[in-house]
């Protein structure tokens, strides 16, 4: 995967937030990880503001065609609602409004009722989360979104770990975002990778002490 300034910035952008980290970390598969990257930390106006401006432009420059986003719950649902405010103003979209959606973890049984909240599900609609791990979220996203009678068309994410899921020597073959690509056909468009995050530990001295490790790690679970 290729890098490129708006994939660098945002690197350095979750590391001067807090979002992206160096260290030893504990992850929720049980696996020690020499960086973290919790997009939850991403939690003020500006930030967050900042961070929408970095997915409207990641999905710009995808120029896959798209109706509407679709956010998630939880974590999808703020990340939706700004992003389609950043497409709104940006000079690609000529002033075209973006819908959104997004759905509850509960089914509400009275008002409009349903789990289903925002614009109606229609045309093509772009699934937006801060990473993939399980994969479960997209799994219900599509199976939303198509009852609705609307079509799953790409998932938009923050960051790509390039890592494989499985205990030790079972490791599944591709990673998470592979996984959803070939089992759904659909696209996954990300704002930065581990290669990117590798680029910044190249290029700058003063997280150079922590390269050795993250390169050792992805020989162990990444894709290659």
Same mark, same amino acid.
């Given at each position: 995967?290729?890098?490129?300034? #708006?994939?660098?910035?945002?690197?350095?952008?979750?590391?001067?937030?807090?979002?992206?980290?160096?260290?030893?970390?504990?992850?929720?598969?049980?696996?020690?990880?020499?960086?973290?990257?919790?997009?939850?930390?991403?939690?003020?106006?500006?930030? +967050?503001?900042?961070?929408?401006?970095?997915?409207?432009?990641?999905?710009?420059?995808?120029?896959?065609?798209?109706?509407?986003?679709?956010?998630?719950?939880?974590?999808?649902?703020?990340?939706?609602?700004?992003?389609?405010?950043?497409?709104?103003?940006?000079?690609?979209?000529?002033?075209?409004?973006?819908?959104?959606?997004?759905?509850?973890?509960?089914?509400?049984?009275? %008002?409009?009722?349903? +789990?289903?909240?925002?614009?109606?599900?229609?045309?093509?609609?772009?699934?937006?989360?801060?990473?993939?791990?399980?994969?479960?979220? +997209?799994? #219900?996203?599509? #199976?939303?979104?198509?009852?609705?009678?609307?079509?799953?068309?790409? +998932?938009?994410?923050?960051?790509?770990?390039?890592?494989?899921?499985?205990? #030790? %020597?079972?490791?599944?073959?591709?990673?998470?975002?592979?996984?959803?690509?070939?089992?759904?056909?659909?696209?996954?468009?990300? @704002?930065?990778?581990?290669?990117? @995050?590798?680029?910044?530990?190249?290029?700058?001295?003063?997280?150079?002490?922590?390269?050795?490790?993250?390169?050792?790690?992805?020989?162990?679970?990444?894709?290659?």
């Amino acid at each position: 995967m290729s890098t490129g300034p #708006e994939r660098g910035a945002f690197v350095q952008f979750a590391l001067s937030e807090g979002v992206l980290r160096f260290g030893s970390f504990v992850t929720k598969s049980g696996r020690t990880s020499p960086y973290f990257f919790n997009a939850g930390l991403f939690n003020s106006g500006a930030s +967050v503001g900042r961070l929408a401006q970095f997915y409207a432009q990641a999905l710009v420059d995808s120029k896959l065609p798209f109706d509407m986003l679709f956010g998630p719950a939880y974590k999808g649902i703020p990340l939706a609602t700004a992003t389609a405010v950043a497409l709104a103003s940006h000079p690609a979209m000529h002033g075209q409004p973006i819908d959104f959606a997004y759905n509850r973890k509960e089914a509400k049984d009275h %008002g409009e009722g349903g +789990v289903l909240v925002g614009a109606p599900l229609k045309g093509r609609v772009v699934i937006i989360d801060d990473v993939i791990t399980a994969g479960t979220s +997209v799994r #219900e996203s599509v #199976e939303m979104i198509r009852a609705a009678g609307a079509e799953p068309c790409a +998932v938009l994410i923050a960051m790509d770990r390039m890592e494989r899921a499985g205990a #030790e %020597g079972q490791l599944s073959p591709h990673s998470a975002v592979q996984e959803v690509q070939q089992r759904y056909g659909l696209p996954v468009v990300t @704002i930065a990778s581990l290669d990117d @995050i590798l680029a910044l530990l190249k290029q700058n001295a003063e997280f150079a002490q922590y390269r050795e490790a993250v390169l050792a790690y992805r020989m162990r679970y990444g894709i290659q």
